[in-house]
T-cell receptor, first 110, second 112 residues
Framework: KNEVEQSPQNLTAQEGEFITINCSYS?????LHWLQQHPGGGIVSLFM?????KKHGRLIATINIQEKHSSLHITASHPRDSAVYIC????????????WGAGTKLIIKP | KAGVTQTPRYLIKTRGQQVTLSCSPI?????VSWYQQTPGQGLQFLFE???????NKGNFPGRFSGRQFSNSRSEMNVSTLELGDSALYLC???????????FGSGTRLTVV
């Protein structure tokens, strides 16, 4: 079993829909990152969380440390949100090395 | 403020050759980490440097090596290239090991 599991692997939705991507982890963490990767390769860091909730524009990220679970929400989704969303956790036990989820490929249709 | 700069953007090499990739972090960032991304394996951690010292190393063979200079710029070197080394190599910089990252655009290496 991977230490960081994301679901779903693939998600196709219509423009305007509310999107939720989930991330569960099985290790102790110091922080959790949500990142976005567009076709062509560039990766953008969206959020770094260690507790609670963060919001940036239409993106909201939450984390529940007790349940070892995080969610990324996109409100009023738009075709430009189409990308791969990756969850990664930092683990003090491995010298703060990042452990990556496999990513969720999101396609928003107009 | 300049972002993380990786050079070159694209590279084609022949099996058996060696290659050096460069990463210039954001000014003031002292931590640089390297990742390999392939379609089959996803993102794999290569190594992380902080203030010229390697802090972490992933599970890659000794053909993969790196270093960081006093100005925080980092290089990674792959010797005796194999076809399986074809990948997107990404570098990320941060102020420190437990801080948020900024990624470069990557170097796409093709080994033929």
């Amino acid at each position: 079993k991977n230490e960081v599991e994301q679901s779903p692997q693939n998600l196709t939705a219509q423009e305007g829909e509310f999107i939720t991507i989930n991330c569960s982890y099985s290790v102790g963490i110091s922080a959790l990152h949500w990142l976005q990767q567009h076709p062509g390769g560039g990766i953008v860091s969206l959020f770094m969380l260690s507790s609670g909730k963060k919001k940036h524009g239409r993106l909201i990220a939450t984390i529940n440390i007790q349940e070892k679970h995080s969610s990324l929400h996109i409100t009023a989704s738009h075709p430009r949100d189409s990308a791969v969303y990756i969850c990664a956790v930092r683990t003090p036990s491995s010298n703060y090395q990042l452990i990556w989820g496999a990513g969720t490929k999101l396609i928003i249709k107009p | 403020k300049a972002g993380v700069t990786q050079t070159p953007r694209y590279l084609i090499k022949t099996r058996g050759q060696q290659v050096t990739l460069s990463c210039s972090p954001i000014s003031g960032h002292r931590s640089v980490s390297w990742y390999q991304q392939t379609p089959g394996q996803g993102l794999q951690f290569l190594f992380e440097y902080f203030s010229e010292t390697q802090r972490n190393k992933g599970n890659f063979p000794g053909r993969f090596s790196g270093r960081q200079f006093s100005n925080s710029r980092s290089e990674m070197n792959v010797s005796t290239l194999e076809l399986g080394d074809s990948a997107l190599y990404l570098c990320a910089s941060s102020l420190g090991p437990d801080r948020d990252y900024t990624f470069g655009s990557g170097t796409r290496l093709t080994v033929v």
